[in-house]
């Protein structure tokens, strides 16, 4: 049974890891694509209206806030989204495929959906 979605981005949080993202990103060294589907300056509203619509909750965490648990299970495979169910901790969707939608939380929400459905 699932219980829960995590949108993992590939940057720390905090003041420092916010700022040294920040600088990555002006300076091309840093990108994350969740962080582009979530945000533009600040949380994107149709992000807001897509994640109070998902049947399940959805944490957003940076690397350095993710539980032990998922942290092992993201390793070099951020971002991410991961569902989490009673059997642990799986990968839905990738690095790759969050970079597939330029940014765009209608083309995420579709990817998502499709992650979902049952087989």
């Known amino acids: 049974m ?6 993992v981005y590939h940057a720390n949080g905090g003041l420092l890891g916010e700022l040294s993202y920040v600088l990555g990103k002006v300076r091309g060294t840093a990108h ?13 509203e149709e ?3 897509l994640a109070s619509s998902l049947e399940l909750p959805l944490q957003l965490v ?19 989204v991961v569902e989490e169910t009673d059997e642990g901790f ?14 765009s939380v209608q ?10 459905a049952p087989s």
């Open 107 to 116: 083309l995420f929400s579709a990817l998502l959906r499709e992650a979902l």
């Open 32 to 44: 994350c694509a969740l962080c582009d589907i979530t945000h533009g300056i600040r949380m994107k």
């Open 47 to 49: 992000w807001k209206v």
């Open 62 to 80: 940076h690397l350095n806030e993710q539980p032990p648990a998922l942290a092992a299970v993201t390793e070099g495979a951020t971002p991410c």
């Open 90 to 103: 799986t990968v839905l969707l990738g690095p790759q495929q969050l970079e597939s939608v330029g940014g």
């Open 2 to 7: 699932m219980n829960r979605l995590w949108g």
